[in-house]
């Protein structure tokens, strides 16, 4: 006798960003970032609209039917370097965590770059974020220059 076939997954699909998935991003990003403490301080819909606005955009969703699993946010220039594309933001949704969608939403966003005139695209990664780190490895990043924040707290 044969068992019933499992439910298929649908599949998870990459489209382009639109102004529609803002308030769906900026609310994962909310989840996963914590905006308390740097880099993330800097979360905000207008982080995400000046990628978005941007001439050459490279920004991507990642999608279960109309849910967001997922989101990248990059664009051309980075400080006075034009020429350099900038993936700033990325995140999968906990429960897609695992399965390559952040991988596809970086080859994803490097490809729009790399179409746009991108000499290099550049990142950063905040030194404990291993699961960042390694996602950027896999996907041909090598670490460069390393900055610290150092903090002189105001004594009482
Ligand atoms: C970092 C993050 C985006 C990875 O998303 P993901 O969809 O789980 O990543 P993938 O499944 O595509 O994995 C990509 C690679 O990273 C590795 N990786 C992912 N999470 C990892 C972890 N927690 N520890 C070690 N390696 C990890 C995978 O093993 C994979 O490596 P491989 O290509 O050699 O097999 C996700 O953990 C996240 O959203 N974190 C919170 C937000 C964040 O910190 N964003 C980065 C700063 S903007």
């Not at 800097?42 to 109309?66: F, P, Q, T, Y």
């Not at 550049?122 to 404990?128: L, Q």
């Not at 950027?136 to 460069?144: H, K, L, Y």
Request: aromatic residues 8%; contains cysteine.
């Amino acid at each position: 006798m044969s068992t019933p076939a499992a439910p298929e997954r649908p599949a998870i699909d990459l489209a382009p960003m639109a102004a529609t998935h803002l308030a769906d991003a900026l609310a994962l990003g909310r989840q996963v970032y914590d905006t308390s403490v740097k880099p993330y301080t800097s979360w905000s819909l207008s982080a995400i609209a000046r990628h978005l606005d941007s001439e050459a955009s490279a920004c991507w969703v990642a999608l279960d039917g109309d849910r967001l699993a997922g989101f990248v946010l990059g664009s051309m220039g980075f400080d006075k370097r034009s020429d350099w594309g900038n993936l700033e933001w990325i995140a999968s949704a906990p429960e897609y965590q695992g399965q390559g969608i952040a991988s596809r939403l970086v080859k994803a966003c490097c490809a729009t770059l790399t179409e746009a005139g991108a000499s290099a695209v550049v990142t950063d990664v905040e030194s404990r974020n291993t699961a960042s780190a390694a996602l950027m490895r896999s996907n041909g990043f090598e670490a460069s220059v390393s900055v610290t924040l150092f903090v002189r707290e105001t004594p009482r």
